[in-house]
Nanobody, 120 residues
Framework: QVPLVESGGGSVQAGGSLKLSCVAS????????MGWFRQAPGKEREEVAG???????NYADSVKGRFTISKDNAKKTLYLQMNSLKPEDTGMYYC??????????????WGQGTQVTVSS
């Protein structure tokens, strides 16, 4: 069973918006920290945003003020609202999670990714 399943990617023009969703399987619960990562062709994967089990969030400098991470514990769903999209936001977006032991999230569980393409 795939622990995390992303959806919501697509193609959009610069300045547009997309909302990504990530549904977690049964064993992932509210005690987990979760995050969104992205990887563009030829580039290393980077963390875009994270949220811990208590709801505290963090963002990469490149997306602050444009992206918002949130979660619905009842639906076991993680979201990433992306506004004012730029061509450099293009990439495969992955959802990740792990047990929250405090400190840095280890992100041991991953989804298969959803593609986001932003055209200029």
């Amino acid at each position: 069973q795939v622990p995390l399943v992303e959806s919501g990617g697509g193609s959009v023009q610069a300045g547009g918006s997309l909302k990504l969703s990530c549904v977690a399987s049964g064993f992932i619960d509210n005690s987990y920290c979760m995050g969104w990562f992205r990887q563009a062709p030829g580039k290393e994967r980077e963390e875009v945003a994270g949220i811990d089990s208590g709801g505290s969030t963090n963002y990469a400098d490149s997306v602050k003020g444009r992206f918002t991470i949130s979660k619905d514990n009842a639906k076991k769903t993680l979201y990433l609202q992306m506004n004012s999209l730029k061509p450099e936001d293009t990439g495969m977006y992955y959802c990740a999670a792990d047990r929250d032991f405090g400190g840095r999230c280890l992100f041991g569980y991953w989804g298969q990714g959803t593609q986001v393409t932003v055209s200029s």
